[in-house]
């Protein structure tokens, strides 16, 4: 399958390279206003993958991107001194509709994967504006924040982090939802397993938990100025499950209609990704707390959203 990336910076050449050492594109190709950056970037890659797979890396225009089944969103712009978010937005928003425009009319039927952030709103604009079904632009979401709960799990209670079943839901931000009353290790709800194990989850666990998976972005900032390896280590992951038609459970960003009595808002719940894109949602059990924080989430992506001019 020929897999397109738009935005060759941090995120998008770092997933090309993760595409390309998985061997789960047939071909790559970057697109990037900058067409030399991209141009380094499909080189470099390429001298890597003879000791990799047999994917294939090119360059190029918007036409390269020609039958492409997945095309990976991951260009933006950063915000300036003295822009507003809602200003960056507004200006994130007019370069998704140029972007959008010209994927859409090389590869009318792709899966979009959303990378920007804010990933929900990008997620959102994106599926206004090119006018797929919901489930065919999927965003990033919080796959990240949940791999992180994951493995901070699995680390106080001894269990790798593959057999922990925990979620992180909502916006990929400051208002995420740990789904603690769900978790389980195995089969086992977490804080049964946790006090069989002689590893209760105190509040001040619960708390360094909360606290390194919500905050975890921001160390990697202030070390080295932007996360990338993590991201694009996920969308080459989300995209082995699209291309295998694997009907696996992720936590990612799709347009959803209702969210604890929020309308309409693109955010993170555990759904099924196939070849199809997102086909069905497995909305979690939740306490009367996380569902009220669910509803904060969504409601704080709806505001942002509606603030977007489109
Ligand atoms: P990140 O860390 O999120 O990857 P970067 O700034 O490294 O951020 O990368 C964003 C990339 O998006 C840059 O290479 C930039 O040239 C690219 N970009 C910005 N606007 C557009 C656009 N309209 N079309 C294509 N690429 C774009």
Redesign the pocket.
Same mark, same amino acid.
């Given at each position: 399958m020929k897999v397109g990336i738009? +935005? #060759? +910076?941090?995120? +998008?050449s770092a997933a090309a390279y993760a595409l390309g050492l998985r061997g789960v594109a047939s071909e790559v190709v970057l697109?990037? %206003?900058?067409s030399a %950056?991209a141009e380094a970037h499909a080189l470099d890659i390429a001298h890597a993958l003879p000791f990799a797979s047999g994917t294939s890396i090119a360059s190029g225009d918007y036409d390269r991107l020609r039958n492409a089944g997945i095309v990976i969103i991951? #260009? +933006?712009?950063?915000q300036r001194p003295g822009e507003t978010r809602t200003d960056l937005l507004g200006r994130n928003a007019a =370069?998704f509709r140029? =972007?959008i425009g010209e994927i859409m009319r090389v590869c009318p039927d792709v899966i979009l994967l959303v990378a &920007?952030n804010p990933v929900d709103i990008m997620t959102q604009i994106t599926q206004v504006i090119s006018g797929l079904p919901a489930g065919r632009v999927i965003g990033s979401g919080t796959i990240l924040d949940t791999a992180r709960f994951r493995s901070l799990l699995g680390a106080h209670l001894h269990v790798s982090p593959r057999s922990i079943h925990a979620y992180v839901l909502g916006e990929h931000g400051d208002s995420q939802v740990l789904a603690w009353s769900s978790a389980r290790a195995g089969a086992v709800p977490i804080a049964t397993f946790a006090t069989q194990v002689g590893a209760p989850i105190t509040e001040s666990v619960r708390a360094e938990i909360d606290d390194r998976t919500r905050n975890a972005a921001y160390t990697i900032i202030r070390g080295k100025g &932007?996360t990338?390896y993590g991201i694009a280590a996920g969308l080459a992951r989300l995209i082995g499950a699209i291309r295998q038609d694997e009907q696996a459970v992720f936590s990612v960003s799709i347009v959803t209609e209702n969210t604890e009595g929020v309308q309409d808002v693109a955010l993170s719940i555990p759904r099924i990704v196939g070849r199809e894109g997102v086909t069905a949602d497995l909305y979690p059990e939740l306490d009367a707390q996380e569902r009220a924080a669910l509803h904060r989430s969504a409601s704080v992506l709806r505001g942002l959203f509606e603030s977007v001019p489109l």
């Open positions: 738009v +935005g #060759a +910076g941090m995120v +998008g697109v990037d %206003l900058d %950056l991951a #260009a +933006g712009s950063a =370069i140029d =972007i &920007s &932007s990338y």
